[in-house]
């Protein structure tokens, strides 16, 4: 006896195409949705990197100001300026800058893509110098 047709096609096995295709839908919308959140996740991580660089310099000022206050060797900015390390590591670096006085600052880049203007603020006997972003 020949067996029937219908019983030939139920004893297949595989995707139909569409299976696939609906698969293809589904993964598609994800990554349309996945993919731009991740393009704001790493842009926001460098936005934090970038400001983490900025909050280091003004911990590195703040604590060269207060050493040079304490020793009795504060004479001006320019002792503050001098005596700190402005060398964050290496994601950061500065495509202009650092600089002090009259329009100071720099241009602090993280990982060669973020750049992010900053004034300095010059120390006084009161206060030590600051950072900002522009």
Request: glycine share 10%; no cysteine; hydrophobic share 35%.
């Given at each position: 006896?020949?067996?029937?047709?219908?019983?030939?096609?139920?004893?297949?096995?595989?995707?139909?195409?569409?299976e696939?295709?609906?698969?293809?839908?589904?993964?598609?919308?994800?990554?349309?949705?996945?993919?731009?959140?991740?393009?704001?996740?790493?842009?926001?991580?460098?936005?934090?990197?970038?400001?983490s660089?900025?909050?280091?310099?003004?911990?590195?000022?703040?604590?060269?100001?207060?050493?040079?206050?304490?020793?009795?060797?504060?004479?001006?900015?320019?002792?503050?300026?001098?005596?700190?390390?402005?060398?964050?590591?290496?994601?950061?670096?500065?495509s202009?800058?650092?600089?002090?006085?009259?329009?100071?600052?720099?241009?602090?880049?993280?990982?060669?893509?973020?750049e992010i203007?900053?004034?300095?603020?010059?120390?006084?006997?009161?206060?030590?110098?600051?950072?900002?972003?522009r």
């Amino acid at each position: 006896m020949e067996p029937s047709p219908h019983h030939l096609l139920s004893d297949r096995t595989g995707f139909t195409l569409i299976e696939i295709i609906a698969v293809l839908v589904i993964i598609s919308t994800i990554a349309a949705i996945a993919v731009p959140k991740y393009i704001d996740l790493d842009e926001n991580a460098k936005e934090r990197a970038v400001s983490s660089g900025v909050s280091e310099l003004n911990g590195r000022e703040a604590l060269t100001w207060a050493n040079l206050r304490v020793a009795g060797a504060y004479g001006s900015d320019n002792d503050v300026f001098t005596s700190i390390d402005y060398y964050l590591g290496s994601d950061y670096g500065w495509s202009a800058g650092p600089n002090r006085g009259a329009g100071g600052g720099g241009t602090l880049v993280f990982q060669g893509t973020k750049e992010i203007d900053l004034d300095r603020t010059d120390s006084s006997a009161d206060n030590p110098a600051r950072w900002d972003r522009r």
